[in-house]
């Protein structure tokens, strides 16, 4: 008889790949950052949340998957990749519409929020109303300055974005990269059966 771990091996644990992490974090973000500038009655609130969560979820049931079905890894990993850029998409579209900046890619703030290595949407939010330059114990604000905070908000998601796909690429590249040299499920199976052929001859 094959071992189940000959067939099936090791798989999920998708709650400790950065990828997962980091889009986890943005879909709390985006929660919030739409519940907050975006008309709750609008079809872009929806998408935009969905878009975060179908990146969750995907990174999620590919991991689960993977046991027994690469390619479907492959795939669901693929479309977390999908949903994150047509978030991104979004993001910019809401700073262009709104005429705000969308910072350049050396903008040294982009860095210092990937150094800040945030783990909660309460982390950025701290992180966004400090380049603000607002206090967390303070309520007052003048119009000027409150203008500036959605944008922030919009620029640090679109980095932390960029690096979660940036994770998701080199994490689609290594599982193609493992199923063309290992195969799936199928493959396995008839590996473990020739071998059990030949050892019961």
């Known amino acids: ?3 189940m771990s000959d067939l099936i091996p090791k798989h999920g644990g998708y709650r400790r790949l950065k990828s997962f992490q980091l ?3 943005v879909y709390d973000v ?3 950052f739409c519940d907050r500038y975006i008309d709750k009655k609008s079809r872009t609130h929806d998408q935009m949340v969905q878009a975060a969560r179908s990146g969750v979820q ?12 690469k390619k479907t890894e492959l795939k669901l990993t693929n479309v977390a990749r999908a949903s994150l850029e047509e978030l991104k998409l979004d993001y910019e579209d809401f700073l262009r519409q709104r005429g705000l900046t969308l910072w350049d890619l050396a903008d040294p703030r982009r860095a210092e929020l990937i150094g800040r ?3 909660s949407a309460d982390e950025v939010a701290l992180w966004v109303k400090e380049k603000s330059n607002l206090s967390t114990s303070s309520t007052r604000s003048t119009p000027s300055i409150q203008s500036t905070i959605p944008g922030i908000a919009a620029n640090a998601v679109l980095t932390l974005l960029s690096v979660a796909c940036a ?4 994490q689609v590249a290594a599982q193609a990269k493992a199923f063309e040299e ?3 499920f199928t493959e396995r199976l008839y590996r473990v059966r020739t071998e059990n052929r030949r050892r019961n001859t």
Do not use: F
């Not at 994770?167 to 080199?170: A, F, G, S, V």
């Open 30 to 32: 985006t929660v919030r």
């Open 182 to 184: 290992e195969g799936g």
């Open 117 to 119: 290595r945030p783990k």
């Open 23 to 25: 889009a986890q974090l």
């Open 167 to 170: 994770l998701l690429d080199r």
């Open 58 to 69: 995907n990174i999620a049931e590919g991991s689960q998957a993977s046991g027994t079905s």
């Open 1 to 3: 008889m094959p071992e």
